[in-house]
């Protein structure tokens, strides 16, 4: 398939918001609430021919950017402005091929972003739902799903200067030979203020929406086999949770896996190996220890990349995941011994395939296959969001992924229940009916794919635009 130029005309913005049926607690904040930011780009082809394609996003506070000085409010400014300078750049770019119209505008934005005083990582949110956008209107136009136009390179990735490390790399036959997944096991999340057991539940507390509470009931309900454990910093208290989550998951998850979720909470390399060494000690936590894949991003994004992670990585392989902000955040991270890269639609799904790429070409050169992607959540709510961050992590080939947003919102609540409706009716193996609505279906802890092999970047419908709001301008630089 041969990749078209296309021009990008228009860009239309729009957000609703929603809240949490549960507080969700990871590093230092804690959210109740939020807001999904969804776009609409309008895509000419060069036969004249105009499209539409959308993508959809949490305008997620306190990750992209971890600033205390910055309110919530001001996070989603940040974000809406990063939309901006990748919208203006896009416009003014011209016919180019969806892949060379996100390449050839890389060091541009993060320039303007740079003036503006925008992290590495605000600015590639605004690319990462241009390029999901604009690469759906692609997709529709031909006809064909995520994984077969990518399979066929439609969107015309190639060597370039943004990615020089791999120049010669055969990006089409890369491409052609990966293989989607049509299941996936789904990683459920424990946050830092989940309960883990009734226990921890005061009197009057309960939702009692008919949805698991506990991780005793999540274990229950979906029969996880893969969790993801968040650690808050402070090595006593880690220990402790860590403790009592390993009870229940030993007695109700046999044969699990997990991982280790840092969120950058210690200072160093040193305070977390701290950390595994306190792990390695607690017999309460012999299996658990056994079962841990890899500890991600434990040592805050400021140090990250300047810190020697060898010593902890002789233990357990780590993943970079906030320092992941530019393409080169990888391949630097590499040299301080980190062997592993988490892949997030939030940051851009051609920075996924070519940190793929990266892996692909090293196991070649070590001989053994040491580097590896690991797929992590950012709240991706049902609908468009979660659909087309599933139809990424499938054609990755990965065996789980983490998944949190079912758990701590409400289905598609928030959302028209005839949209909810139409999403189930088009992909009846991702959701399942319930009295309060549609919700995303977890059988034996496994999320069937199978439905998002259809025309479209991993959705058969649209969410609908005229119940939403029109994106506010950003109100940034702050003074």
């Given at each position: 398939m041969?990749?078209?130029?296309?021009?990008?005309?228009?860009?239309?913005?729009f957000e609703w918001p929603f809240r949490l049926r549960l507080p969700f607690r990871f590093g230092v904040i804690t959210v109740t609430h939020g807001r999904q930011a969804v776009l609409v780009a309008r895509v000419r082809l060069e036969n004249g021919r105009v499209v539409e394609g959308m993508a959809a996003e949490t305008l997620?506070?306190?990750?992209?950017?971890?600033?205390?000085?910055?309110t919530d409010e001001q996070n989603e400014h940040q974000l809406r402005r990063a939309i901006e300078i990748a919208r203006n750049a896009y416009l003014a770019a011209g016919p180019r091929t969806p892949f060379a119209l996100f390449a050839d505008s890389y060091a541009g934005v993060l320039a303007q972003a740079a003036i503006e005083r925008l992290p590495p990582?605000?600015?590639?949110?605004?690319?990462?739902?241009?390029?999901?956008?604009?690469?759906?209107?692609?997709?529709?136009?031909?006809?064909?799903?995520?994984a077969t136009g990518m399979r066929a390179n439609v969107a015309g990735i190639a060597p370039h200067p943004a990615i020089g490390d791999l120049d010669g790399f055969d990006?089409?036959?890369f491409l052609a030979g990966l293989s989607p997944q049509p299941r996936i096991a789904a990683r459920h999340t424990v946050g830092l203020v989940?309960?883990?057991?009734?226990?921890?539940?005061?009197?009057?507390?309960?939702?009692e929406d008919g949805l698991p509470e506990t991780l005793e009931e999540v274990c229950t309900a979906y029969r996880h086999t893969h969790f993801k454990l968040k650690v808050g910093g402070d090595i006593a208290a880690d220990v402790d949770r860590l403790s009592r989550i390993a009870a229940v998951l030993d007695r109700l998850a046999p044969g699990y896996r997990a991982t280790l979720d840092g969120n950058e909470q210690y200072a160093d390399a040193e305070a977390a190996l701290a950390l595994w060494r306190a792990i390695e000690a607690e017999p309460r936590l012999a299996r658990l220890r056994q079962s841990v894949l890899f500890i991600e991003q434990p040592v805050k994004r400021a140090a990250a990349l300047a810190a020697d992670m060898t010593p902890l990585a002789a233990h357990r392989p780590v993943i970079v995941d906030e320092?992941?902000?530019?393409?080169?955040a990888f391949p630097t991270a590499r040299e301080r011994g980190y062997t592993g890269v988490s892949s997030k639609n939030c940051k851009g799904f051609y920075k996924s395939l070519i940190n793929l790429a990266r892996c692909r070409v090293w196991n070649d050169e070590a001989g053994a296959e040491r580097f590896f992607m690991s797929g992590e959540d950012l709240t991706t709510l049902a609908g468009l969001c979660v659909q087309q961050d599933l139809a990424l992590v499938s054609l990755l080939g990965l065996g789980h992924v983490e998944r949190n947003g079912h758990h701590f919102v409400d289905g598609f609540s928030g959302r028209p229940p005839a949209e909810a409706e139409r999403f189930l009716a088009a992909h009846p193996g991702l959701y399942r009916p319930s009295a309060r609505g549609p919700r995303l279906a977890i059988t034996e802890g496994t999320l069937d794919l199978g439905s998002l092999d259809c025309a479209g970047f991993g959705s058969a419908v649209l969410p609908d635009t005229a119940a939403m709001e029109p994106m506010p301008k950003a109100e940034w630089p702050v003074s």
């Open positions: 041969t990749a078209p130029r296309i021009t990008l005309e228009d860009l239309r913005c997620a506070a306190k990750w992209f950017d971890k600033d205390p000085a910055l990582l605000v600015a590639g949110f605004g690319p990462a739902l241009l390029d999901r956008a604009i690469l759906d209107a692609v997709l529709r136009a031909h006809g064909v799903s995520f990006w089409n036959g989940d309960p883990i057991t009734a226990s921890d539940q005061p009197a009057g507390s309960r939702v320092s992941d902000g530019t393409l080169d």
